[in-house]
């Protein structure tokens, strides 16, 4: 899950609660999944550090992703 | 004797006569077949290695005997082939590469990738060969009429019989070949519908992993790392390093998008380096590299050098930006605004979900008069039913009787009195009227003879 994709699925859950008629347990559960949604948005958010990476490939074609350190 | 000295031009003064006999070929000679050189040339004399050529310091001796010279006499007249093959050893050991200046004229790219042109002078013409393997670094072919220099080793074409310069660099006045490249690339990527602003794809607006091809030890790795760490620190930086610069650049760039193309976790990719000379931006302007990247299946910023340059990549890359830094500007979001869209997601969710939840319990509201107000009417309907039914006992009930002036007399046990034979004097019996009772004594009983004869009454007295 990632921050894009969560910012559209709360975008989408807004509009539905907005623009349809929905019985209230399914809105309930849309705000529920739009809240787990929010959480995850957030824990995106905390690092305050950035790490800087070097892709790497084996022989055997896989990747590896390391920290790149001066 | 300066013609061989590194770092400086030859010495215009020296003649080539001069060279023949003061200094025959060089070590070039040992690498051509030495047999050619030998039947003609007598070997070159000892030289005195410290010294090198320097005459002037240590000058030789002149030992050739007239007779030995080859071609000093009928006898020994040289062969054609020995002429033009020592003529060119000669050429060759004389001059360093030089750079030349002229005017294109007859230029002809044959069939098998060599360029033939010459280069004119006011009076005089040089033959000029560019080979194709040799020709890495001439951005363009020049066209006719071109003011150039070229960069070549002066040598003997022994078939022709001509002098010619086997060129392998070439830069032309006002830019004009490499932007002629650029114009033959751009055009060909054209033809292919590369360069349609139609394929420019969108940037992802939260990008969660960023890929740098890019130089490890560039400038542009740091200045993007630094920008995205003051933004948003929540990205990943990757980088996929590559040379971005000489020979091997076009193919370590074209490997590295290959790189990424496969690994496939990259939201993102920025391709670029810091500013440079011309040549040293030049792999971003290969069109191998322009392909790559116009294939690369993730959306793509180019960042090559400063502001003014513009490469072949910029075309084609869905964003062009003027530094790396301004490309990882573009490329990730500042994490205060993201918070503050967050916030304002959850604040639009709350909103939402509480109106679902007070429009739910308006309606339970709504309901529950419905059913009260029900009940009240039920209630009410009962209460006039009742009524009613009341009213109609009401009628038949002996109280009623009592309103129109009527008296039950009761006996003191309860029971009513309805006849006078019940009765005897001095009994005590209960007169009930309409609003109370009378307690009463019996003074004397009259039986009626006639039940319809007036008069025919207990009297009693109260």
Redesign the interface.
Known sequence: M???SS?ER??A??SR??DEE?D?DT??AL?EE??AE?RA??A????????????N?AAD?L?R?DD?RD | MTARRRGGPPSPSLGALELFAAEPPPARAESRPASRAARAVPPPPPRNAQNGGDVAEAPRRAVYVEEAVPGATPGSAVSVMALTATARDVLEGAFMPLWVRGEVSDFKAHRNGHWYFSLRGEDAQLKCVAWSRERRRIPAPPDDGMQIVALGRLTVYPARGEMQLSVTRMEAEGDGLWRKALELTRARLQADGLLDPARKRMLPRYPRRVAVITSRDGAALRDIFAVVQRRCPSVEVVLVPAAVQGDSAPESLCFALDQVARWGDADLVIIGRGGGAREDLWAFNDERVARALATCPVPTISAVGHEIDMSICDLVADLRAPTPSAAAEAAVPVQSELRERLRMSAATLSALASERVARARTSAADLARDIARGAVRRVERRRLELESSAARLHALSPLATLDRGYAIVRTDDGGTVRSVASLRAGAQVEVVLRDGTAAATVERVVPNEQLTAPGNTAEATA
């Open positions: 990632t921050f894009e910012m709360l975008e859950i807004a609660l907005e929905l209230l809105a309930l705000f739009g809240v929010l948005a957030s995106f958010l905390t690092q305050a550090e950035a790490r800087l990476k070097q892709l490939e074609g990747f992703v790149l």
